[in-house]
């Protein structure tokens, strides 16, 4: 599964749009981008994925340059709830194990 | 409500002593497994099931055993735990391998071994 590379941490002012960053230049052709957050010791949620098309769902938006070499989640009205590390993981799919490799990830922090 | 259970969330048990972790699931996942988290390492991956009766191991499977009997559980038992196991443990699943279905994940059990 290829690397990904995210600040370590950021802010974001509540009611802002929050927009984190992920860098993936060795991805291949059947690697998703999965972005997931962990509020508080609290387990793993996921947000949202995508291959090469922009996604959005009722959490989020990912979008996904052409080159697919990096991509950016957006949350598009922060809350103080959504103050987690978030995990930007890109893996293939193959029949047999859906491990999930976490890096480090972002520390998002939404300031009143 | 869709959702990954496991019990019990907190346990402080002392070394030797078995004990078992459970894990339950109401989504006809196939696929489940175990993670176990700790500071500066990350989650690691213990075991992994794809289906009844099929289950292997993870990155870090010493100390552990699973079994998976019926699809919906997937426990996780330490035979003889010690204080290297004291972790916060969390369990996943997904609806199959193979796919690009996203996974959830529990609540997490918090396990300190004296």
């Known amino acids: 599964d290829a690397k990904t590379t995210q600040p370590t941490s950021m802010d974001c002012a509540e009611g802002r749009a929050a927009n984190l960053p992920c860098n993936h230049s060795t991805i291949s052709g059947n690697e998703y981008v999965y972005w997931y957050r962990q509020i508080h010791s609290q387990g793993p949620q996921y947000i949202i994925h995508g291959l090469k098309n922009n996604e959005t769902n009722e959490m989020a938006s990912l979008i996904i340059t052409e080159d697919r070499k990096s991509s950016t989640l957006i949350l598009p009205h922060a809350t103080l709830r959504d103050t987690a590390v978030y995990y930007c993981i890109v893996r293939d799919f193959n029949f047999g194990n859906e491990k999930l490799t976490f890096g480090t990830g972002t520390r998002l922090t939404i300031i009143p | 409500e869709a959702q990954v259970t496991q019990n019990p969330r907190y346990l402080i048990t002392v070394t030797g002593k078995k004990l078992t972790v459970t894990c339950s699931q109401n989504m006809n996942h196939e696929y489940m497994s175990w993670y176990r988290q700790d500071p500066g390492l990350g989650l690691r991956q213990i075991y992994y099931s794809m289906n009844v009766e099929v289950t292997d191991k993870g990155d870090v499977p010493e100390g552990y055993k699973v079994s998976r009997k019926e699809k919906r559980n997937f426990p996780l038992i330490l035979e003889s735990p010690s204080p290297n196991q004291t972790s916060l443990y969390f369990c996943?699943?997904?609806?199959?391998?193979?796919?690009?279905?996203?996974?959830?994940f529990g609540p997490g059990t918090r396990l300190t071994v004296t």
């Open positions: 996943a699943s997904s609806l199959s391998s193979g796919r690009a279905y996203e996974q959830y």
